[in-house]
């Protein structure tokens, strides 16, 4: 229970650092969840993370498992609330206010700017996620036919895990 305000300062902090996604934040919920506060390794954090990407429903509800993780059914709780309800806050009243300013004549040059920093920081969590999830010639090798055939072709998502999954699991044991 003493983790609880650190676990609810941690998620509202990163709460604001999904312009983007949930995978914009991930270089410093990694920093902060493995390094600062050693609540998981790395390796629990991005198996934690993939199951996240791969459950229904919004993805990122993956931190609460991470606050369960660190302080129970009340970690969990603190977890999601500390990182949906302050920028859903901020989303709702930015979005009040952005309908009232649509001959305002910054509001294209945000719109434009955003883009590039949204496409940043996802390509930024891509590094940080690939550092620790390549291991090995295997799992680069799954990465890379993965990323090509999701460029190349029309295959199933679904069908490109469940094949990483099973190479994993016959390679990787």
Do not use: C
């Amino acid at each position: 229970m003493d983790q609880i305000p650190a676990i609810a300062r941690v998620f509202a902090y990163l709460s604001f650092l999904t312009i983007g996604g949930g995978m914009a934040a991930f270089p410093e919920m990694r920093n902060l969840v493995v390094d600062v506060h050693r609540w998981l390794t790395e390796a629990q954090l991005i198996h934690i993370y993939s199951v996240g990407q791969m459950s229904p429903g919004p993805n990122m509800m993956m931190v609460a498992t991470i606050g369960e993780r660190v302080s129970g059914i009340p970690g969990a709780l603190v977890a999601a609330l500390a990182f949906f309800v302050p920028t859903g806050i901020l989303t709702f009243g930015v979005g009040r206010i952005w309908n009232r300013l649509a001959s305002w004549p910054w509001r294209a040059s945000i719109q434009r700017g955003l883009g590039p920093v949204a496409i940043g920081l996802a390509v930024a969590g891509l590094i940080t996620f690939g550092k620790g999830a390549v291991t090995g010639w295997i799992t680069l090798a799954v990465g890379l036919v993965v990323f090509f055939a999701s460029l190349r072709t029309r295959i199933n998502p679904a069908l490109l895990i469940l094949g990483g999954a099973a190479v994993g699991a016959v390679a990787l044991r």
